[in-house]
């Protein structure tokens, strides 16, 4: 991870960033400024681990973050990803007395972010009802985020994953590419690299998807939509 210079925090960019921000007092917008920091890291660099310091909060300018599981093996079962204008709240976890469990977060791309520091993020939750709130929220939506997660792998079947997974990628972008490989794809699923290799050519003799090196075109999408869901 590096840093820059404190000054260089854009304030405008918390204020679009944090819902909370109008019902701060000027002296704790000013604390919440200078207790953040820009910093940066590196592709494939850890970001937060359950041995590591409290990184903070951090709001995402560019780049993307993978939070996920690690078993004792070494296998990992991605949870979520956040990119550019997301808050990675559970970099912070150790402000949420709730939050126990073993979570790990990568950077996934070169990515540049806001880090608050866990420190001045909880003495605002102590003395702010609205940054609380804040910040149970995003708790609760990343835990539903986890839930989803938890039920595509526990109950069903790896077509229908691999269809959620195609379609709701795409929806991020609005194109028809998927610029991904077989085992990127497994990670993000929590899935292993045959079965998502099998199923895409299964697809790719259906009509559904063109393979190609290094990325996925997907040429039915309503097709690919109704096995999402199920049909």
Not at 15 to 22: D, I, K, L, S, V
């Amino acid at each position: 991870m590096s840093e820059v210079q404190p000054s260089a925090v854009n304030r405008n960019c918390l204020a679009c960033a944090f819902p909370f921000w109008g019902q701060l007092t000027p002296a704790e917008q000013e604390q919440l400024c200078r207790f953040t920091r820009p910093v940066k890291y590196r592709k494939g660099e850890r970001v937060h681990s359950p041995v590591e310091n409290c990184v903070g909060i951090l709001l995402l300018r560019s780049g993307q973050l993978r939070a996920y599981l690690l078993s004792e093996d070494g296998r990992d079962i991605t949870l979520y990803r956040l990119f550019q204008g997301e808050v990675c709240i559970l970099s912070a976890s150790c402000v949420m007395d709730s939050v126990n469990f073993d979570l790990y977060i990568d950077a996934e791309e070169d990515t540049e972010a806001y880090c608050i520091g866990a420190g001045v993020f909880r003495q605002l939750m102590q003395q702010n009802v609205y940054v609380r709130c804040y910040a149970y929220q995003m708790t609760a939506e990343r835990f539903s985020d986890t839930m989803w997660t938890m039920q595509q792998i526990l109950f069903m079947s790896a077509d229908r994953r691999l269809a959620i997974f195609l379609t709701d990628e795409l929806a991020k972008t609005g194109g028809a590419d998927l610029h991904m490989t077989h085992d990127q794809i497994a990670r993000y699923m929590g899935s292993a690299r045959e079965v998502v290799s099998r199923l895409l050519k299964y697809f790719a003799g259906e009509g559904l998807v063109r393979l190609y090196r290094g990325g996925v075109e997907v040429l039915d999408k309503e097709r690919l939509k109704q096995i999402a869901h199920g049909a």
